[in-house]
């Protein structure tokens, strides 16, 4: 491409970097009644579009690969972020990949190009507003009379997810994010679209000596972090803290520290307050082995006869991948609480194998062990997460453990289509309260990006003569429709 025509290509994208005045061209083989006399003008006044020592810029003469990354890199660096266009970003994303090479040779940062183009993603004005729609058709079946699936009904049609996520870039640094969700009553905007409320709203930023700083509300969630679990929900904890976050890399080590208040975890204790301090050390030396120590010490503050009191917990976790796609990895939880006279003890293994490894299917096996009197999660294991009919319902609060199987399946038949089959069973080791097991299968159809269809049938059987608690068998039939936008 001729120098001249190579100009008029790159115009438009810096056309909004600041008001267009008039400018001298300083270039001598380009008159002023050149007809790219302007567009030059303007590219020299802000640096980016520079001549020869002579004084000449040879508009006739064919551009290098190394004078346009040259462009590129200035390009990136006059661009005003604010009001970029979203055209202009994927030119400029294309621009930056083609000539990587040259940039690298030229020493710039490809790292730094990307995360000025990463931040022009967000939109026009910095903002980027995404969000997700899920609809479920439910219709239900229970020995005892008890619709858990279904929430008391036989069917349900319900608004089942309702997000809004606004993101904003306000520098290279700093960042804000917040998630707005829908629903009513207790099941924590997964449910109708009453009482909509902003489970996240919290501000990322830098302080010195590059420690992460956020503040706000957010979730903690390692087990999550870590791909600890699947489908289902964390051992323990997994919850939002109004607070502070630190956080700071130190070669193979990752530290995070929280500080904040943390109101009714889970479904345990809806009535205690409780001031929380977490820390999380995780290690990585390599792509294949990862380890990690973290401790929880929850203070409860609050005057409710029903509290739980103090509960401090520590934990270690490790995977271990032996390829890519074949890994192990478990956790394991060491809790006091105020409550108890002694601690209580959780742990969990896993066998984590990728489709890629089996060709047909993915494939996830988990053993885990709780005491009875664990303060973690209760409803793991139940299809789509809580709210749901699970193998833990009947779970008695008492000294024995519990001990829990879960296996996942999933199928990826073409970019289109899919499929998976679970299975989860839970013995509880205490007379008079009966095993329970779970299955399920499903099939799903991606029917554009943006929308998938999904059809699935799950059972629990309960067992029978529990006593104050659910018997017999509950099955539901349910057609899911999710739209991401």
Not at 62 to 67: A, D, S, V
Not at 111 to 139: P, Q, Y
Not at 310 to 322: K, L, M, P, R
């Amino acid at each position: 491409m001729k120098k001249l025509m190579t100009v008029f290509a790159i115009i438009a994208l810096v056309a909004f970097a600041a008001p267009a005045l008039a400018a001298a061209n300083p270039f001598m083989d380009v008159p002023a009644g050149h007809w790219a006399y302007d567009a030059v003008a303007q590219l020299a006044s802000r640096g980016i579009a520079s001549g020869y020592q002579d004084g000449s810029y040879k508009g006739a003469q064919p551009t290098t690969r190394y004078e346009m990354a040259s462009m590129v890199a200035r390009m990136l660096a006059a661009i005003d972020m604010e009001k970029a266009a979203q055209r202009d970003v994927d030119l400029l994303k294309r621009l930056v990949l083609e000539f990587k090479d040259e940039l690298d040779a030229l020493g710039v940062k490809v790292s730094d190009l990307d995360k000025r183009v990463a931040l022009l993603e967000n939109g026009v004005g910095g903002w980027k507003v995404r969000g997700v729609f899920r609809f479920d058709a439910k219709f239900g079946s229970s020995d005892s009379g008890d619709y858990l699936y279904t929430e008391g009904k036989e069917t349900q049609f319900t608004k089942e997810r309702f997000r809004l996520f606004l993101t904003k870039s306000i520098d290279e640094n700093t960042s804000f994010y917040a998630e707005y969700r829908t629903g009513g009553g207790n099941t924590k905007g997964m449910g109708d679209t009453r009482n909509g409320f902003w489970a996240d709203l919290y501000v990322d930023t830098k302080l010195p000596w590059d420690i992460g700083f956020r503040v706000g509300r957010f979730c903690v969630d390692f087990e999550d972090d870590y791909g600890l679990y699947i489908d289902n929900d964390a051992l323990f904890y997994s919850g939002r803290i109004d607070g502070f976050r630190l956080s700071k890399n130190i070669g193979i080590l990752d530290a995070t520290a929280v500080i904040g208040r943390n109101a009714g975890y889970e479904d345990y204790d809806d009535d205690s307050d409780y001031m929380t301090y977490i820390l999380n050390l995780h290690m990585s030396p390599n792509e294949r082995f990862f380890i990690g120590a973290l401790g929880y010490w929850m203070a409860e503050d609050s005057d409710s006869s029903t509290a739980y009191g103090d509960i401090n917990t520590y934990g270690v976790y490790a995977g271990y991948n032996f390829t890519p796609a074949i890994g192990v990895k478990g956790a394991y939880y060491y809790q006091d609480m105020d409550m108890m006279d002694d601690h209580t003890d959780a742990w969990k293994v896993i066998l984590d194998i990728k489709q890629e490894a089996l060709k047909f299917t993915s494939l996830w096996l988990e053993y885990s062990r709780e005491d009875n009197s664990f303060y973690g999660i209760p409803d793991r294991y139940a299809i789509g997460g809580g709210n749901y009919a699970y193998v833990g319902e009947n779970r008695p609060f008492n000294d024995e453990t519990a001990d829990y199987i879960f296996a996942m399946a999933k199928q990826q038949w073409t970019n289109k289509f899919s499929s998976f089959v679970r299975y989860a069973h839970a013995d509880f080791n205490t007379t008079g309260v009966d095993d329970a097991s779970e299955w399920g299968l499903g099939f799903g159809y991606q029917y554009t990006p943006a929308v998938y269809f999904e059809l699935a049938y799950d059972q629990v059987d309960y067992g029978d003569n529990n006593f104050g608690g659910m018997n017999g068998k509950e099955s539901m039939v349910r057609f899911r429709t999710t739209v991401n936008f």
